[in-house]
């Protein structure tokens, strides 16, 4: 019985065994079938009667050995590519850097437009702080391109009248007719040339030409010429911040003058150049006019009761030098803007634009200001309540007066021509400290 079953078990095992090779032939012939007509997808044997047969059996072994050979080259041409784009990419990101940065410096330089015009910014290289008090920042703002497509008649004019670039403007209606008389025949005694009268109407017009007084007529405007044929002195005064945007949009500077106001000497000899704003004073003294720390006391609040403010006296809106840049532009635009809305005096406009600082709702302008010496541009509180007094201030020779502190003012600018420009020595004499 053993041996019968070790029989059985031999049997089964080679038979299992024949099997097995029988499966392994058929797959490795299933195997070569598979890849024959993957290489050879028209066959072996072509039925083409033509003697080509083996002929094209040898192109086709030599076009796939082609193919095995134009892999390879493929692959390194593809490792070549790839280290050349992988170049680019980094050529390519450094110029995206470099573009970046451009813009970002585009941006700075456009901010004063983008954002309300607040600030023209000066590009270029950083560099590095100087030693401990020798560093000083620019207050000179970079001025605007001339467009003389704003006013091209105008533009003419200027080119005509201004020197340099600047010049005196004034505003003139009927209403003013003989203060202006004085105004400009004490300009023409100065011996300045370079100035000129934005006349309000006809008759002022008919008047400069007559005297041959360098004279500008706007074209008609119904909202300023309103104003201007039969506004007071404060009415007309308040039409300037809107007149004079086209004057630095031309790219002049220029230097706005009241009508009552006496020249006694040529004030572009006496200008700074160095800020936006260059304007002359409403103060008296050191204090008034160039500021200082007021203490206000407040006795509830004990330890703490005094209180340390900063005061300054206002600037003048009767007579300042403004030069074509941004800030100075957007100083205009901001004092015209908020007048037109509503009824306000344009001196308290003027400042209060100048001087607020950027608070939670609010945007303060980035002007930079200097105010005049008070003794050469010269208002009629400081000339009439100290300068006429006093022994040695009466030997100075200012460079204006500005007759602003007093209503009688025709009859004041007479009294300072005849004292400082023929010589009287009483001519102020008369005249009370103020207007009583």
């Not at 090779?21 to 039925?47: D, H, K």
């Not at 784009?85 to 995206?96: F, I, W």
């Not at 470099?98 to 290289?125: H, M, P, S, T």
């Not at 302008?365 to 541009?377: E, G, P, Q, S």
Request: proline content about 4%; overall charge neutral.
């Amino acid at each position: 019985m053993a041996g019968r079953r070790e029989g059985l078990m031999r049997g089964s095992s080679s038979q299992s065994l024949r099997m097995s090779r029988i499966a392994i032939a058929i797959a490795i012939g299933v195997l070569l079938g598979t890849l024959c007509a993957f290489l050879y997808p028209n066959g072996l044997f072509r039925s083409d009667p033509s003697s080509s047969s083996s002929t094209a059996t040898r192109h086709l072994s030599s076009s796939d050995l082609e193919m095995v050979l134009s892999d390879c080259e493929s692959e390194e041409q593809l490792n070549m590519l790839n280290a050349d784009l992988t170049a680019l990419r980094e050529k390519n990101a450094e110029l995206r850097r470099q573009v970046r940065e451009l813009n970002e410096k585009i941006q700075l330089a456009e901010q004063g437009r983008d954002n309300a015009q607040k600030q023209f910014l000066v590009l270029g290289e950083r560099s590095k702080a100087g030693a401990f008090g020798t560093v000083k920042a620019s207050r000179i703002n970079p001025t605007v391109a001339p467009d003389e497509s704003v006013n091209p008649r105008l533009a003419k004019i200027l080119k005509e009248v201004a020197l340099r670039k600047e010049l005196i403007v004034a505003l003139a209606n009927s209403n003013v007719k003989a203060m202006l008389d004085v105004w400009f025949t004490s300009i023409k005694k100065a011996g300045i040339r370079n100035y000129l009268v934005v006349a309000l109407d006809d008759e002022i017009e008919r008047y400069c030409k007559s005297n041959n007084v360098p004279v500008y007529k706007r074209d008609p405007d119904e909202d300023i010429d309103s104003v201007g044929r039969a506004g007071g002195n404060h009415a007309v005064s308040g039409l300037k911040f809107r007149i004079l945007r086209e004057f630095l949009q031309l790219g002049y500077s220029v230097l706005l003058s009241d009508v009552d106001i006496v020249y006694l000497q040529n004030p572009f000899d006496h200008l700074y150049r160095d800020s936006d704003v260059e304007s002359m004073t409403d103060g008296h003294d050191n204090r008034t006019a160039y500021g200082f720390n007021d203490v206000y006391d407040e006795p509830a609040m004990g330890w703490a009761r005094y209180a340390h403010t900063m005061r300054i006296w206002v600037y003048n809106s009767g007579f300042f030098y403004i030069r074509p840049t941004i800030p100075s532009i957007e100083l205009l635009d901001r004092v015209a803007n908020r007048l037109a809305k509503g009824k306000a005096w344009d001196q308290a406009v003027f400042n209060e634009e100048l001087y607020f600082p950027s608070h939670p709702g609010y945007d303060g302008l980035h002007a930079a200001k200097r105010t005049m010496d008070y003794y050469l541009f010269m208002n009629s509180k400081v000339l009439f309540k100290t300068v006429r007094k006093d022994h040695n201030l009466k030997k100075l020779k200012p460079v204006i007066v500005h007759v602003n502190y007093h209503p009688d003012k025709l009859s004041r600018m007479q009294a300072v021509v005849e004292y400082y420009v023929n010589g009287r020595q009483d001519a102020l004499d008369s005249f009370p400290d103020g207007s009583q």
